[in-house]
């Protein structure tokens, strides 16, 4: 079984809709980390959380909410999709040593009509 | 902040030939450095780091990476490529202590027969 799993691996959803992109991980890290893919510009950080209680925003997180439910669990939420919010979306984890690489799993590809 | 420069975002070679992808890095401290590969359909996956032990780095699959700290560059070799490593690359910097990881824009890879 994959490390870091996310669901649901594609949706199509229509402008104004609210969705909800799940991440879980058998990693035992506590931090995790959801970025977006678009082409051309690599992957851009969203949002951050070092434990259950700590979230923080990253370089592009306007338009988007989180939840870390429990250290295996985070959650990107799109309150009211919007279509250049179509992209590929990773969620990714990390131990706490800086010197260590971020796992990723396998994304989820979303698009917004 | 740290940042990436990923020279080429699109290198083709053919079957049995050097591949080499260029990355270069800002940053005043030597950093952590990693490449990641991305299959079709696939999430990001390690092929080597460079953290601040032997400069000369062997990862998966046959390649290597060499950090340079006079050029501020960590470039990506593979001395015979294979059609099984069409895919797009990502150079990543991390600041020592540091949680951000930035990446490059990405390099695709296409071998020709």
């Known amino acids: 079984d994959a490390d870091v799993t996310q669901t649901p691996r594609n949706r199509i959803t229509k402008t104004g809709k609210r969705i909800m992109l799940e991440c879980s991980q058998t990693?035992?890290?506590?931090?995790m980390y959801w970025y977006r893919q678009d082409p051309g510009l690599g992957l851009r950080l969203i949002y951050y959380?070092?434990?259950?209680?700590?979230?923080n925003k990253g370089e592009i997180s306007d338009g988007y909410s989180v939840s870390r439910q429990a250290q295996a669990k985070f959650s990107l939420s799109l309150e009211s999709a919007i279509p250049n919010q179509t992209a590929l979306y990773f969620c990714a984890t990390s131990s706490v040593d800086s010197n260590q690489p971020q796992h990723f799993g396998d994304g989820t590809r979303l698009s917004i009509l | 902040a740290q940042s990436v420069t990923q020279l080429g975002s699109h290198v083709s070679v053919s079957e049995g030939a050097l591949v080499l992808l260029r990355c270069n890095y800002s940053?005043?401290?030597?950093?952590?450095l990693f490449w990641y590969v991305q299959y079709p359909n696939q999430g990001l996956q390690l092929l080597l780091k460079y953290t601040s032990a032997a400069t000369l780095v062997k990862g998966i699959n046959g390649f290597e990476a060499e950090f340079k700290k006079s050029e501020t560059s960590f470039h990506l070799t593979k001395p015979s490529a294979h059609m099984s490593d069409a895919a797009e690359y990502f150079c990543a910097v991390k600041g020592v202590g540091d949680y951000k990881l930035s990446f490059g824009a990405g390099t695709t890879v296409t071998v020709r027969a």
């Open positions: 940053s005043s401290v030597p950093p952590y």
């Open positions: 990693k035992g890290h506590d931090r």
């Open positions: 959380s070092f434990d259950v209680k700590d979230i």
